[in-house]
Nanobody, 124 residues
Framework: QVQLVESGGGLVQAGGSLRLSCAASGRTFSGYIMGWFRQAPGKEREFVAVISWSGGSAYYTDSVKGRFTISRDNAKNTVYLRMDSLKPEDTAVYYC?????????????????WGQGTQVTVSS
């Protein structure tokens, strides 16, 4: 079992920045890809970014490319999502998720472990 706890959400003005953190505990972090997903009111949960176990590969949904950066510190069992140039349409609950996999995966239905989510609100 892997427990995930997100932090770092909040209210920010458009154009501002936030850094989300996701701390993992329980089973070893080794071999897990880590993803960030988000869900806005009335919408389905969508993929935002994913990073491989080594950190050598990262993928982003088109709407956040060039603005968001995913990273991980395996020594701290923590994954981060740096969000810059935030837009009102980025407003959502952001979730981190873990999947033991050798390849990255963008489908939320395949992830085994989820955090409780952290709210990000971007005002215009």
């Amino acid at each position: 079992q892997v427990q995930l706890v997100e932090s770092g959400g909040g209210l920010v003005q458009a154009g501002g920045s936030l850094r989300l953190s996701c701390a993992a505990s329980g089973r070893t972090f080794s071999g897990y890809i880590m993803g960030w997903f988000r869900q806005a009111p009335g919408k389905e949960r969508e993929f935002v970014a994913v990073i491989s176990w080594s950190g050598g590969s990262a993928y982003y949904t088109d709407s956040v490319k060039g603005r968001f950066t995913i990273s991980r510190d395996n020594a701290k069992n923590t994954v981060y999502l740096r969000m810059d140039s935030l837009k009102p349409e980025d407003t959502a609950v952001y979730y981190c998720a873990a999947l033991r996999s050798a390849v990255v995966n963008t489908s939320p239905t395949t992830y085994a472990y989820w955090g409780q989510g952290t709210q990000v609100t971007v005002s215009s």
